[in-house]
Nanobody, 120 residues
Framework: VQLQASGGGLVQAGGSLKLSCVAS????????MGWYRQRPGMQRELVAT???????NYADSSKGRFTISRDDAENTVYLQMNSLRPEDTSLYYC???????????????WGQGTLVTVSS
């Protein structure tokens, strides 16, 4: 199983970016998917998560600016980021709880990180 994140880049403050993360491999199902970020010298922190039913949870810093969504047919999670600020500059990681074939357990997988840089 692999998670491949994409969509990062350089944007001016106030701009927008959309991140994507595709889970691929021998997957039976996908439970909660989410985005986290880690700035230099800081711990990885929650950005947003979304359940298979579409219930979303956001960090306070994300509310009103970011929107998480998913396409279960494609095992893909998205993060639409609007009104970006310089403090949003970070490596963004996707995370997924994967159900493997012939298993009743879920396994945590992380993507490789995609860099978002917001200039002032």
């Amino acid at each position: 199983v692999q998670l491949q994140a994409s969509g990062g880049g350089l944007v001016q403050a106030g701009g927008s970016l959309k991140l994507s993360c595709v889970a691929s491999g021998n997957i039976f199902g996908v439970n909660v998917m989410g985005w986290y970020r880690q700035r230099p010298g800081m711990q990885r922190e929650l950005v947003a998560t979304i359940t298979p039913g579409g219930d979303a949870n956001y960090a306070d810093s994300s509310k009103g600016r970011f929107t998480i969504s998913r396409d279960d047919a494609e095992n893909t999670v998205y993060l639409q980021m609007n009104s970006l600020r310089p403090e949003d500059t970070s490596l963004y990681y996707c995370k997924a709880e994967i159900i493997l074939p012939r298993s009743t357990s879920t396994y945590i997988y992380w993507g490789q990180g995609t860099l978002v840089t917001v200039s002032s």
